[in-house]
Antibody, heavy 122, light 106 residues
């Protein structure tokens, strides 16, 4: 059974930094691209970033490019999101999500974690 | 960027009803559309990908159709577990989601 467990969500200061983690189990982690998708309180879903299975190719939505960095450690089955220069609009539940392929991502997601809440406060 | 819209934004239905949700893309996305269900307080669940392919384990009362810019999710006989919010998503160009359609109990 695929399991994804996020951690690291917290209250952060405007302009501050936070690092999210996602521990994966139940599948061959390095064989799949992994993504972060967020959901602001009471709002819809927004794709944030995705990383290929090898970790060599990363992609970002425009609003976070240059501020967020996605990475992974395949030896530990871990996915990360380093979030810098945080803004109020980054406040959301951040989900770790498994893509359906490992090379070039398919960009749709067949397993989701429970999410971790990031609140950016002034 | 490809924008996705959904209609209606919400609907009320009863158990056993047939429900149809429409999703439109701002430009052609071929068949690269997925549908997700998010029950209240739960995480999104993949229902359909490639516009019409049912994800493994998803009941056959769910179906998807469409291509280009217009897509439809149909639930043939609504069940109690089906209430929640449904999102379409394109993956022709990175990923973007529709705003959601909330399915409520009448």
């Amino acid at each position: 059974e695929v399991q994804l467990l996020e951690s690291g969500g917290a209250v952060a200061q405007l302009g501050g930094s936070l690092r999210l983690s996602c521990e994966a189990s139940g599948f061959i982690f390095e064989n799949y691209a992994m993504a972060w998708v967020r959901q602001a309180p009471g709002k819809g879903l927004e794709w944030v970033s995705i990383l290929s299975g090898s970790g060599l190719s990363d992609y970002y939505t425009d609003s976070v490019r240059g501020r967020f960095t996605i990475s992974r450690d395949n030896s530990k089955n871990m996915l990360y999101l380093q979030m810098n220069s945080l803004r109020g609009e980054d406040t959301a539940v951040y989900y770790c999500a498994k893509d359906t392929t490992g090379g070039a991502p398919n960009y749709y997601f067949d397993s989701w974690g429970q999410g971790t809440l990031v609140t950016v406060s002034s | 960027d490809i924008q996705m819209t959904q209609s209606p934004s919400s609907l009320s239905a009863s158990v056993g009803d047939r429900v149809t949700i429409t999703c439109r893309a701002s430009e052609s996305v071929s068949v690269w559309v997925a549908w997700y269900q998010q029950a209240p307080g739960r995480v999104p669940k993949l229902l359909i990908f490639d516009a019409s392919t049912l994800e493994s384990g998803v009941p056959q009362r769910f179906s998807g159709s469409g291509s280009g810019t217009e897509f439809t999710l149909t639930i043939t006989s609504l069940q109690p577990d089906d209430f929640g919010t449904y999102y379409c998503q394109q993956y022709q160009d990175y990923a973007s989601f529709g705003p959601g359609t909330q399915v409520e109990m009448k």
